[in-house]
């Protein structure tokens, strides 16, 4: 997509705990070339995508998924679904070097074509704090090893921990914030990321590469 000039990450620690070196597509570039600016029939990029025992689970269920208030096919009028119920999910951090790596890389990639790039951090939730890093230790060290990542100087770093304080109640689990949280958040981020972008370049519509 060439004419991308900014681009937007939403980050946390578990997207550092692995990093393999031969697992590193996202998706496949021709398959979603096809699908996206080819014309591409949607049913066929399910099928050549299809996972059997996922689509058994998801028929089984579908009935629950379409009736329950915070079901998984509950959506909004623009088509999103936010959490409203949180998750027991509350993964232990663990940092994979090659990760840190990883995203000095990607920097370079987007520096190289002309890409702003904008890292931003979600928050911290209390309850995985207090467990694994209550000394904030663990949460510093990987502040410290992003800064030193990101090296470009029109690279916008924020870090989540900065938006207002936040209880276990405005997480769906560590990594997630409840609605209406996810709102706020969002404006705290583009209050940031504009007067950032007017200090490097002219504003520009951002792509979001994650959401939540």
Not at 132 to 143: A, C, E, L, N, Y
């Amino acid at each position: 997509m060439p004419n991308v000039e900014s681009l937007l990450t939403v980050i946390a620690p578990r997207d550092f705990e692995r990093c393999d070196e031969s697992d590193t597509a996202f998706f496949k570039v021709d398959q979603a070339r096809q699908y996206v600016f080819g014309d591409e029939p949607g049913w066929l990029l399910y099928v050549e995508n299809l996972r059997p025992f996922a689509f058994i689970r998801s028929l089984r269920n579908l009935a629950e998924y379409r009736t329950a208030p915070n079901g998984l096919l509950v959506m909004d009028s623009f088509g999103s679904g936010p959490l409203r119920t949180p998750a027991d999910y509350r993964p232990e951090p663990r940092f994979d070097d090659r990760c840190f790596a990883a995203l000095a890389r990607f920097e370079r990639a987007m520096a190289a074509r002309h890409v702003k790039l904008v890292v931003a951090s979600v928050p911290t939730m209390p309850e995985w704090r207090a467990r694994f890093d209550p000394t904030g230790s663990i949460q510093s060290g990987f502040k410290a090893r992003l800064r030193a990542a990101l090296s470009n100087p029109g690279t916008t770093l924020i870090f989540g921990d900065s938006y207002r304080p936040l209880s276990d109640a405005d997480f769906a689990d560590p990594v997630h914030l409840l609605w209406p949280q996810t709102a706020g958040f969002t404006r705290f981020l583009f209050e940031r990321i504009l007067p950032a972008q007017e200090r490097v370049g002219k504003p520009s519509m951002l792509r979001v590469s994650h959401a939540f």
